[in-house]
């Protein structure tokens, strides 16, 4: 019973060689490194669709709130840019008005 314990990997697509936490192979535990090599390693390496799934599963929400950010920031440039045209034509409206000649560098060639 202690023996089974110990497998991190049960029998199965790995065969009868079950990695153990014992192997040489995989770190302590006790760092980032070990930690990361006995569980998430080992999960990608035995059920690499459902780790896929998982990953694909956590980082969806980021894409749907990176696409709603995108297109926010896109509206708020176009509305600067409409904003600063609409500027630049009044002022040149309101120096032509008081008889000031205009050089806009928006001016359309007709």
Do not use: C
């Not at 770190?27 to 459902?50: H, I």
């Not at 694909?56 to 509206?75: A, C, D, K, N």
Request: positive net charge; without cysteine; aromatic residues 10%.
């Amino acid at each position: 019973m202690a023996e089974d314990a110990e497998h991190i990997v049960p029998d199965g697509p790995l065969g009868d060689d079950a990695v153990t936490a014992s192997d040489s192979t995989f770190g302590d535990m006790s760092t980032w490194k070990g930690w990361f090599e006995q569980n998430v390693v080992l999960w990608a390496a035995t059920d690499p669709w459902g780790f896929l799934k998982a990953i694909f599963m956590i980082l969806t929400p980021f894409f749907i709130i990176s696409g709603i950010l995108s297109y926010i920031l896109l509206q708020d440039i176009e509305k600067r840019e409409k904003d600063k045209k609409r500027r630049s034509k009044k002022d040149a409206n309101t120096l032509r008005a008081r008889g000031k000649t205009v050089k806009s560098k928006h001016r359309k060639a007709d």
